[in-house]
């Protein structure tokens, strides 16, 4: 066979309870999730920032950052509701690569899945209990998430898995917001086509149980751009896009019409600096039209301790191994900006 077990995985049951959510932090996260709900229905006009490394890579700077990152948000909560990055999946073109803290607790050590699972749910922990906020993590793998689906607020799928029926079922299983990115093709109904796959009930296999799902009213679109067939970036949150975004929306029966722009990937072809240029253009674009300002809820940013990035053992504390980032400073200064323009 091609395939060997390496060693049976404790089950989200056991890890759980080892590591349990205290009736205060279910206290905190019930808030937060009403928070972020009530942005994407419109119940409130308050608007979302999703902001943190491309890849979680070490406890204490992330944490260093999110703690950094919670001054800010309560100094701007009257304006803005701020969602930690915490990305503790790194998926990977080729499977190549720094495969993020499930696989690699220690980016320098060989994989270990079961340190892996419990470094990631203590890290979510702990962001609850010194930063008091609760994080986004994207969707990887659907049946992993069933190890933090009573801490995290927010959870995206990514470009590569926005087609998976696997990825679309479980998404209307949950009860927070989901966000589906637009495919790498960029295609606008392949990605509404799953928001209306995640919104409906469904029935189906997961971890081994015959599940049925209620739908989940608060899925979404992600818009972070895509490639044509020469690999080209075709960047999708221009003002046009999002006018075409809004009246194909408009053609569904979609709850909750909601758009956040990722302003990194293929909307910035990596350019991280970039992102600072495509969150003003954003904000223009919604001070321009009631449509827009209705349609777009939020942003996505990558940031980090220190700006760019390094190869794994690059050894400079806070800066991504992966894809490069902004740094606190120009952050800090982005959101403040944000604040006073939303």
Same mark, same amino acid.
């Given at each position: 066979?091609?395939?060997?077990?390496?060693?049976?995985?404790?089950?989200?049951?056991?890890?759980?309870? #080892?590591?349990? %959510? =205290?009736?205060?932090?279910?206290? !905190?996260?019930?808030?937060?999730?009403?928070?972020?709900? $009530? +942005?994407? *229905?419109?119940?409130?006009?308050?608007?979302?920032?999703?902001?943190?490394?491309?890849?979680?890579?070490?406890?204490?700077?992330?944490?260093?950052?999110?703690?950094?990152?919670?001054?800010?948000?309560?100094?701007?909560?009257?304006?803005?509701?701020?969602?930690?990055?915490?990305?503790?999946?790194?998926?990977?073109?080729?499977?190549?690569?720094?495969?993020?803290?499930?696989?690699?607790?220690?980016?320098?050590?060989?994989?270990?899945?079961?340190?892996?699972?419990?470094?990631?749910?203590?890290?979510?922990?702990?962001?609850?209990? #010194?930063?008091? %906020? =609760?994080?986004?993590?994207?969707? !990887?793998?659907?049946?992993?998430?069933?190890?933090?689906? $009573? +801490?995290? *607020?927010?959870?995206?799928?990514?470009?590569?898995?926005?087609?998976?029926?696997?990825?679309?079922?479980?998404?209307?299983?949950?009860?927070?917001?989901?966000?589906?990115?637009?495919?790498?093709?960029?295609?606008?109904?392949?990605?509404?086509?799953?928001?209306?796959?995640?919104?409906?009930?469904?029935?189906?296999?997961?971890?081994?149980?015959?599940?049925?799902?209620?739908?989940?009213?608060?899925?979404?679109?992600?818009?972070?751009?895509?490639?044509?067939?020469?690999?080209?970036?075709?960047?999708?949150?221009?003002?046009?896009?999002?006018?075409? %975004?809004?009246?194909?929306?408009?053609?569904?029966?979609?709850?909750?019409?909601?758009?956040?722009? $990722?302003?990194?990937?293929?909307?910035?072809?990596?350019?991280?600096?970039?992102?600072?240029?495509?969150?003003?253009?954003?904000?223009?674009?919604?001070?321009?039209?009631?449509?827009?300002?209705?349609?777009?809820?939020?942003?996505?940013?990558?940031?980090?301790?220190?700006?760019?990035?390094?190869?794994?053992?690059?050894?400079?504390?806070?800066?991504?191994?992966?894809?490069?980032?902004?740094?606190?400073?120009?952050?800090?200064?982005?959101?403040?900006?944000?604040?006073?323009?939303?």
């Amino acid at each position: 066979m091609g395939m060997k077990i390496n060693r049976t995985l404790p089950g989200p049951d056991e890890i759980k309870a #080892k590591y349990p %959510l =205290t009736p205060d932090l279910k206290k !905190l996260k019930d808030k937060r999730d009403r928070e972020i709900k $009530d +942005v994407i *229905s419109g119940r409130s006009d308050k608007f979302l920032v999703i902001t943190g490394p491309c890849s979680a890579d070490r406890e204490d700077c992330v944490l260093e950052y999110i703690e950094k990152l919670a001054v800010l948000a309560d100094k701007l909560k009257d304006r803005l509701v701020v969602v930690p990055r915490v990305y503790t999946n790194k998926p990977r073109t080729t499977g190549e690569g720094y495969k993020g803290m499930l696989h690699q607790p220690r980016p320098d050590d060989a994989p270990d899945l079961e340190a892996g699972i419990i470094a990631i749910r203590k890290l979510h922990l702990a962001v609850m209990e #010194k930063c008091g %906020l =609760t994080s986004a993590d994207e969707m !990887l793998y659907p049946e992993n998430r069933s190890y933090l689906d $009573d +801490v995290l *607020s927010y959870e995206a799928v990514g470009a590569r898995s926005v087609e998976d029926q696997q990825h679309r079922l479980t998404a209307s299983g949950m009860d927070i917001p989901v966000g589906m990115k637009n495919p790498t093709s960029g295609d606008f109904t392949v990605m509404l086509n799953s928001v209306y796959a995640a919104q409906r009930p469904h029935n189906f296999i997961y971890r081994g149980c015959d599940v049925t799902t209620d739908g989940n009213e608060y899925a979404h679109v992600i818009l972070r751009g895509g490639v044509d067939k020469y690999g080209a970036n075709i960047p999708n949150y221009h003002f046009e896009d999002l006018i075409r %975004l809004s009246d194909m929306y408009e053609k569904t029966d979609l709850k909750n019409k909601a758009a956040i722009i $990722d302003t990194n990937h293929s909307n910035s072809g990596k350019k991280y600096r970039e992102q600072i240029r495509i969150v003003g253009e954003v904000l223009h674009s919604r001070s321009c039209s009631s449509e827009l300002k209705r349609l777009v809820k939020g942003v996505m940013i990558e940031s980090y301790l220190e700006e760019g990035s390094q190869p794994v053992g690059g050894g400079i504390p806070g800066k991504s191994i992966t894809d490069p980032c902004l740094g606190w400073k120009d952050t800090e200064k982005l959101l403040y900006t944000i604040a006073e323009k939303c």
